[in-house]
């Protein structure tokens, strides 16, 4: 078992990483929680599998636990989704020390920890991330959202894990597609930070438990010296604001870790058209990016992608955040108004 310290202004957990950890979710939360009750949320792929480990673990160790399943998809991020929830939570007679765990993927821990951060002002939740995409990424480091029909994350909070226990064991029934879309967040990852990681994902000689720990280590890194998002950060976004985009106008056809993927490719083109990478490292990216059968190349016009990024709250203040790599392991953000996001889009495009 792998164990990540994460400390930030507002909290301070652990993540906990190895197979098997499902069944000591009650003795964890002993530790972390003073909870009565403990409401489960989950996804109706994730649930038949993994739920009755978790409920057991938790009645074993003596809490009331209820369970409450969503659909899978994106449309479950949604303010409708979000009211029933809390709904669900007043009707448990949830009170302020009880404890939420989000058991599945991004959708179910961004849903979840939005609702833990308002419900009576804020509770506790727990991160059981069952995608490797949750494990790397969005199970870490306290975003919560849900979507609004015009925009992705358009309304949440920033509020933090008391735990994630990440059981590697659950990534074995992830669908292919899935897992691969979780490998876009681990090589953005390595691009932004960690060239170790990319010899590592190049030469596919890895495991599960090495990868997930790598990428926590560089996000509780990053998370601890900017929580809100203001500073260094923002090196998360590498590939986002055009992967965004894209993802939006897929109408979630693409994944996200796909549109990531898409992303990345883009502004690495970009970034040479620009003269910031070398065409080497542009090429090593791109393959390595093939490597997981991710796609790269943009299904959509540069007309098309500018009017959604237009959108984009940050360029409609003003400017945004373009996160370009300078080499593999180090990026930069550069900010760009929309007469420049223009050209760096243009640029994107072979
Ligand atoms: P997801 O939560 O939709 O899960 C992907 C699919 O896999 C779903 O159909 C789910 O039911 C299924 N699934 C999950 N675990 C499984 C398992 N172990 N076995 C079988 N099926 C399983 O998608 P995701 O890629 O995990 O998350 C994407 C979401 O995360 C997006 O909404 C994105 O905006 C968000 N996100 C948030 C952050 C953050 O910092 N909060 C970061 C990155 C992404
Ligand atoms: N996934 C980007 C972030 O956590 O900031």
Not at 109 to 121: H, I, K, S, V
Request: charged share 25%.
């Amino acid at each position: 078992m792998r164990c990540v310290h994460v400390k930030t202004d507002s909290a301070s957990y652990d993540v906990k990483i190895g197979a098997g950890l499902l069944d000591t979710i009650g003795r964890e939360l002993r530790v972390c929680t003073d909870a009565k009750t403990v409401v489960v949320v989950s996804g109706e792929n994730v649930f038949p599998i993994y739920g009755e480990r978790v409920l057991n673990s938790l009645r074993s160790a003596g809490f009331r636990a209820e369970a409450k399943v969503f659909p899978s998809g994106e449309e479950t991020k949604s303010l409708a989704s979000y009211g029933e929830l809390l709904n669900l939570l007043t009707e448990c007679r949830l009170t302020r020390s009880d404890c939420l765990v989000a058991l599945g993927g991004g959708v179910t821990g961004d849903l979840t920890g939005f609702a833990a951060a308002t419900y009576q002002r804020g509770i506790r939740y727990v991160q059981v991330p069952t995608t490797l995409l949750a494990a790397v990424d969005s199970s870490v480091g306290g975003k919560t959202a849900v979507n609004l029909p015009a925009a992705k994350n358009q309304v949440g909070a920033f509020h933090q894990p008391s735990l994630v226990l990440c059981d590697t064991g659950t990534l074995d029934t992830l669908p292919e597609r899935e897992l691969n879309a979780g490998f876009a967040e681990v090589i953005k990852d390595s691009v932004i930070a960690d060239p170790d990681l990319f010899d590592l994902l190049q030469q596919g000689n890895f495991d599960r438990e090495s990868i997930i720990e790598a990428c926590v280590n560089m996000k509780a890194d990053i998370v601890a010296e900017d929580e809100h998002d203001f500073g260094r950060r923002r090196l998360l976004n590498l590939g986002h604001t055009f992967g965004h985009a894209i993802e939006a106008r897929s109408r979630y056809e693409l994944l996200h870790g796909e549109a990531v993927a898409i992303g990345t490719a883009m502004i690495v083109r970009a970034a040479v058209r620009m003269g910031i990478l070398d065409t080497g490292s542009r090429d090593a990216v791109i393959e390595l990016l093939k490597q997981f059968r991710l796609p790269v190349e943009p299904p959509y016009s540069a007309d098309e992608l500018f009017d959604i990024l237009l959108l984009d709250k940050k360029i409609a203040s003003g400017r945004l955040h373009l996160i370009v790599p300078r080499s593999v392991g180090w990026c930069e953000a550069i900010p760009v108004d929309r007469e420049a996001l223009r050209r760096w889009l243009e640029a994107a495009y072979e």
